[in-house]
C-alpha cells in the first residue's frame, strides 16, 4: 500500500493502544434460531466492513515513528471464529455468551497483521459475540455499525430507525445564552467545582477501600460477567415520582440503592454511613445521543466516528439497610443536575487531548489510569433500538455490551433493547465473589423504587 493511504491515529486512538488503557468493544447478539452460517458470513461481507477505512485497516507504524491506519484486503476467514461445542458450566445460552464475554475481556491482544475486530460464533448456544479495539471507536461508533448489519423484524428491507435523543446535558449554557444570566454564573460554578473534583481524582484524591474496591493490576485479574434485566416500563414508572427525571437519574439511583443493599448485606464488617463510592461514567460527546446512522457518522465531521466521549466522576453514598428507595432517587437527580450544568465531561475529553499533545500518549494514558485506580466503578449507559430486529434474518432477542477488564473490580454497562435494559456486570471474581448476588440487588432497587413510587404517582 502506499504511504498515502495510511491515516494517522487519532489522540483518543493513540491512547487506547498504550498498555495501561488497552482496551477492547464487546459486544453479544443472540437468537433461538439455529445460526445459519452462511446467510451471517453473506451479511458481515457486504457491510460497511469492506468500506469503512477504520475497519478494513491494520495498525502500522511509519517512517517517522507514528502510528497509522493502512487500508488492506479483509481476509473474512481470519475474522470469524467458531465455537462449536457447548460451553462447560454455562447455565443457559445466555451464561455461556457471558463466560466467552467475560474471557475476552482479559484474553490475548489481537494479532495487528489483520484488522482489529473479529466475530465469535457460539453454534450450540445460537449468539454471536463481537470483540472490536477500542482504538477503531468508542460504544457509540461500533453499536452504530453492529446495528447497520440488522434490519427490523416487522419489515426485514428497513434498517433500525435512528430515534434521536433530546442531550440534557448543554441545557442550562443553552438557556444561558438565550438570556438567563443566573444559569450561566450556575454552569460557570458547577463547572469550576467539578473539575477541581475531577482534578483531584486524577492526582491524588482516592476512594476508601471497601469490599468492591479495585486498584493497580486488578484489570489482569480473572473476570466473571452476569447480567441484571431491567424493564424500560419500570424505570418509566420511577422517574414520574420527580418531575423532569432522565432514565440516567433513574438508572444512577439504582445503582446507589443496589450497591449499598448488596455491601450492607455482604460486608464482613460495620460500615460508616454515608461511604462515598466513585463512579466513572462515560458520556457521548456527539450532539444526538444514542447509537447513529453509520452513514451520517462517517460523513458529519461534529458526529465523528471514533471516540468522542469525556468522563463525569459521579458519587455514590452508602445508606444502611430500611432506608427509602426514593430517596437514593432524589439524590441521584439532585446530583446529575448539578453535573448537566457543567461542562465538566467536555473538560475531562479537552484536558486528555492536552496532555496528549504535550506529553505524549504515554503520560496521558497514565493519568487516565490513575483515575480509574481512584475510584470504585466504571458506568455507561447507551440507548439502543426500541423496536426488534434481525440479524441475517435471525430474530434478536437480546443485545448486550462490556469492555475488557480495566482496574476497576466493577464496571457495569447498559444497552436498551425492545423496552428492556441488559446492564452487563464484569467482576474482578476474587474481589467481588458473588455477582449474581449484586446483579439481584440492583434489579431488586428498582422494583422496589417502583413500588414505593406508584402510591405517590397516583397520588399526584
Known sequence: MSHELEEPLTPAGRLFIQPETNISVICCLGTHQPLRINDIKSVIADSMLAKHPRLSSIL?????????????????????????DPFEGAKDDQDAANILMADLAVSVPFEMDKPLWEI?????HKCAVIRAHHALGDG?????????MCRKADDPEKMPTMSPVIDPRTNGLKKAVRGMLW?????????????VDFIGRVFWVRDETTMVSGGAGVELWPRKLVTARFLIDDMKIVKKYIPNTTINDVLFGIISYGLSKYMDNRSSKPLREGLRMTGIAMVNLRPQQGYQDLEELMRDPRA???NK????????????????????????????????SSLESF???????????????????????????NTTFTISNIVGPKEKLTFAGHPVDYMKTTSSSLPHAITMHMVSYA?????????????????????????????????AALPNIKTK
Not at 497509522?68 to 481476509?75: G, H
Not at 473538560?347 to 497514565?366: E, N, P, Q, R
Not at 423496552?419 to 422494583?447: F, N, R, S
Request: a positive charge; one cysteine or more; glycine letters at 4%.
Open 60 to 84: 502500522v507504524v511509519d517512517k517517522n515513528g507514528q502510528e497509522c491506519w493502512r487500508k488492506i484486503e479483509i481476509d473474512m476467514d481470519r475474522h470469524i471464529i467458531f465455537h462449536n
Open 304 to 306: 465523528g466516528w471514533g
Open 183 to 195: 444559569r450561566l454564573l450556575k454552569v460557570v460554578w458547577f463547572t469550576v467545582v467539578f473539575v
Open 309 to 340: 466521549f469525556g468522563f463525569l466522576v459521579l458519587p455514590a453514598y452508602y445508606h444502611k439497610s430500611g432506608s427509602d428507595p426514593l430517596e437514593y432517587l432524589k439524590r441521584a437527580k439532585s446530583m446529575i443536575d448539578q453535573k448537566k
Open 120 to 124: 465469535h460464533l457460539l453454534i450450540p
Open 140 to 148: 457509540v461508533s461500533m453499536l452504530s455499525f453492529f446495528l447497520s
Open 347 to 373: 473538560f475531562s475529553y479537552t484536558f486528555a487531548c492536552f496532555v496528549m499533545s504535550i506529553l505524549g500518549a504515554k503520560y496521558a494514558s497514565l493519568l487516565n489510569y490513575r483515575i480509574l485506580c
Open 419 to 451: 423496552g428492556t435494559a441488559y446492564m452487563q456486570i464484569l467482576v474482578a471474581k476474587d474481589l467481588v465473589h458473588d455477582p449474581e448476588v449484586l446483579a439481584k440487588c440492583l434489579e431488586d432497587a428498582l422494583l422496589e423504587m417502583k413500588e
